[in-house]
């Protein structure tokens, strides 16, 4: 039996319209594309994942996919291509929805995807932004047939898809030491309603959630960032890590969240390669797919649910960046 992955977050570009705060995948930074990976890394980066690792569900992440429309469409033709089953999510800031509703249409009902929208404006003095998101969302769900359904569904029926995976249990009770969730893996229920909405059909659908904050990763000091170097990793993991169950993977490897994968871009964009106290992170030793043994597979499938030492990375106590227009929109576009 394969070792499984819960989400593998297939990082695709960086390109974003939006400057989100401590985006994960530092697309508030590099949002140009400087280090975007090539197709067919992206390709034989699947292939080996799956033949690796039972996947649970693949997910297309990056800075904002209908920036990457061809591309996206190619990945996700790709996968079905070697995995007609497993659920695809296409995670969105949503604000480029109504230019684009025959593409997501087609795409969509074609790939069996379930487009997952953050809602990143919730928070702004002006709630133009956030209602049109929902507009275009009913547009979408009525041109595909799509009826509103129960949002407990969301992590009922698809996030735990595998009551048998050991490691995502044990993940949501410890995790309840840590802070107040409602959600139970162990009796599969959601306890407390959630502001979320879903619109689904067993098959492909659209997930609306409210993304009023970013967890901080990293601080500046004298203009250069730098690591938290928590000393408590358990709860740097568990209360305060923005991509907890979530592998990412960029140029064939693996790594256990998307701030550490793009680590390396990141501080050559802020030229701080060289500064000794990121050296520990630097160091992660990430999953390299072309060469990992069994052994390897097994571990890191293992420890994707349990804290590592890079996840000092991160603060102990909960740092969020509440995005508002100041922490969302590119300065050139806030300061009009």
């Known amino acids: 039996m394969k070792p499984s992955i819960k989400i593998l977050d297939i990082f695709y570009g960086g390109r974003c319209q939006l400057s989100c705060s401590q985006c994960d995948t530092r697309s508030d930074d590099i949002r140009k594309g400087e280090f975007d990976p090539t197709i067919e890394s992206i390709y034989e980066g699947i ?20 920036l990457y429309k061809d591309r996206v469409k190619n990945i996700l033709e790709f996968i079905r291509n070697v995995d007609q089953k497993t659920l695809i999510f296409l995670p969105t800031n949503g604000e480029l929805i109504g230019k684009n509703i025959d593409f997501l249409s087609e795409i969509l009902v074609k790939y069996k995807v379930l487009l997952v929208v953050s809602d990143h ?47 995502w249990k044990d993940y949501w009770e410890e995790v309840k030491n840590y802070k107040n969730i ?12 959630t502001d979320n909405d879903l619109w689904w059909n067993g098959q492909y659908g659209i ?24 000393l408590d ?30 680590l390396n871009q990141f501080l050559n964009k802020h030229e701080s390669l060289d500064d000794p ?60």
Request: charged residues 30%.
């Open 47 to 66: 292939s080996l994942a799956k033949n690796k690792f039972d996947v649970e569900i693949f997910s297309l992440l990056g800075g904002e996919p209908l």
């Open 121 to 167: 404006f919730k928070m702004f003095k002006e709630q133009k932004r956030s209602l049109e998101i929902k507009k275009s969302i009913n547009i979408l769900s009525k041109n595909i047939n799509l009826n509103k359904v129960n949002d407990k569904l969301f992590w009922t029926e698809i996030m735990y898809q595998r009551p048998e995976d050991k490691g």
């Open 182 to 193: 409602n959600y139970s893996a162990k009796n599969n229920i959601v306890l407390s309603s």
């Open 207 to 230: 997930f609306l959630h409210d993304q009023i904050s970013h967890l901080q990763h990293y601080y500046y000091k004298e203009n250069k960032p730098k690591p938290f170097n928590s």
């Open 233 to 262: 990793i358990n709860k740097s993991y568990f209360a305060n890590c923005p991509s907890c169950y979530c592998t990412f993977m960029l140029d064939k490897k693996l790594y256990k969240c998307a701030a550490l994968g793009t």
């Open 277 to 336: 106290d990121w050296d520990k992170f630097l160091s992660y030793k990430n999953l390299d797919l072309t060469k990992c043994t069994e052994e390897d597979t097994k571990n890191f499938s293992i420890s994707k649910y349990k804290p590592v030492e890079e996840c000092a990375m991160c603060p102990s106590n909960s740092n969020e960046i509440f995005l508002k227009e100041e922490n969302v929109l590119p300065i050139k576009i806030y300061k009009k």
